[in-house]
């Protein structure tokens, strides 16, 4: 069983930056892949970006590239979103998830492991 937890949510300007965290208990993550999902209201469940844990090698959706990075640090189990220049569309409950193989994936259906989500709010 893997648990996810998501902090770093909050609320910003518009233009400013945050950086979520994920931390992740699991007795391994030598095939997994992590991915951070966000859902704004009355719209479906979107990727962000993805990172393989051992690798390192990442995706990122095009709406997010250029002002996104996705990172992990391997000693504390925990998995980074560096988001910078914030747009209000960028609003949304962000969500951390675990995919146990497979490697990265752009699709919901494909994680096998969800946290409980941080909200992110920018303001105009």
């Known amino acids: 069983q893997v648990q996810l937890v998501e902090s770093g949510g909050g609320l910003v300007p518009a233009g400013g930056s945050l950086r979520l965290s994920c931390a992740a208990s699991a007795r391994t993550f030598s095939n997994y892949a992590m991915g951070w999902f966000r859902q704004a209201p009355g719209k479906e469940r979107e990727f962000v970006a993805a990172?393989?844990?051992?690798?390192?090698?990442?995706s990122l959706a095009d709406s997010v590239k250029g002002r996104v990075t996705i990172s992990r640090d391997n000693a504390k189990n925990t998995v980074y979103l560096q988001m910078t220049s914030l747009k209000p569309e960028d609003t949304a409950i962000y969500y951390c998830?675990?995919?146990?193989?497979?490697?990265?994936?752009?699709?919901?259906?494909?994680?096998?492991?969800w946290g409980q989500g941080t909200q992110v709010t920018v303001s105009s």
């Open positions: 998830a675990a995919r146990a193989t497979g490697g990265i994936s752009r699709t919901t259906y494909d994680y096998d492991y």
């Open positions: 990172i393989r844990w051992v690798s390192g090698t990442t």
